[in-house]
Nanobody, 127 residues
Framework: VQLQASGGGLVQTGASLILSCVASGDIFTDYSVGWFRQAPGEEREFVSA????????YYADSVKGRLSISRDNALNTVYLQLDSLKPEDTAVYYCAAARSSQNWVTFYQKSWVYTHWGQGTLVTVSS
């Protein structure tokens, strides 16, 4: 499966953005999807994840309450809504896909469980 992330941009503190991750090339419902981010000089970190049917959704503690993940399997798309953005949210945001499995249920926060990655979209939050 190929992934294309988009929707990033330059916004002010407190603004909102919706990131999209469009999949192609395989059966989208075979995959669970995660979002990660990497700030300059930092390691890539887990942000959010959603199971193939959308029934299970997970968030990092640092973003809980400000982010919402969803998916539209008819459009092969996963969305990540970012609200109340802060300067510390500035990063390149990556979407990634993993075949749905018990392994993913256990390790959804780990980048190694994802086998396919998009190219990333840059979110910059100014103070």
């Amino acid at each position: 499966v190929q992934l294309q992330a988009s929707g990033g941009g330059l916004v002010q503190t407190g603004a909102s953005l919706i990131l999209s991750c469009v999949a192609s090339g395989d059966i989208f419902t075979d995959y669970s999807v995660g979002w990660f981010r990497q700030a300059p000089g930092e390691e890539r970190e887990f942000v959010s994840a959603i199971s193939w049917r959308g029934s299970n959704r997970y968030y990092a503690d640092s973003v809980k309450g400000r982010l919402s993940i969803s998916r539209d399997n008819a459009l092969n798309t996963v969305y990540l809504q970012l609200d109340s953005l802060k300067p510390e949210d500035t990063a390149v945001y990556y979407c990634a896909a993993a075949r749905s499995s018990q392994n993913w249920v256990t390790f959804y926060q780990k980048s190694w469980v994802y086998t396919h990655w998009g190219q990333g979209t840059l979110v910059t939050v100014s103070s």
